[in-house]
């Protein structure tokens, strides 16, 4: 059971990436999904997640219209479609999922985690 994250890299500022994070050894379905965060010096934060009944997505204010999480169960895959990228978003990208919808964005929300991907923004 895993989540395997990739498609960071190097970005210039106002560029896209589409982050992928393929589960195995278990089905997403339903299951709470998540990215989170981490920049250097600070702690990880919850960027985009899914984990409400009614599927809405839950956006933190510095990527609300930037960024999207989305799932294809066919391939049991998470991703995270990243637009108009800043220096702010410069950090290491986490995919989680969860067993329980606990209607909340935070990393106790979520059971299983991605090793990382990192972006990195250049101005």
């Known amino acids: 059971v895993q989540l395997q994250a990739s498609g960071g890299g190097l970005v210039q500022s106002g560029g896209s990436l589409r982050l992928s994070c393929v589960a195995s050894?278990?089905?997403?379905?339903?299951?709470?999904i998540g990215w989170f965060r981490q920049a250097p010096g600070k702690e990880r934060e919850g960027v985009a997640c899914?984990?409400?009944?009614?599927?809405?997505?839950y956006y933190a204010e510095s990527v609300e219209g930037r960024f999207t999480i989305s799932r294809d169960n066919a391939k049991n895959t998470i991703y995270l479609q990243m637009n108009s990228l800043n220096a702010g978003d410069t950090a290491v990208y986490y995919c989680?999922?969860?067993?329980?919808?606990?209607?909340?964005?935070?990393?106790?929300?979520?059971?299983?985690w991605g090793q990382g991907t990192l972006v990195t923004v250049s101005s």
């Open positions: 989680a999922v969860g067993t329980l919808v606990l209607n909340r964005c935070t990393e106790a929300a979520f059971d299983l």
């Open positions: 050894g278990f089905t997403l379905h339903l299951s709470p």
């Open positions: 899914i984990n409400s009944r009614d599927g809405a997505p």
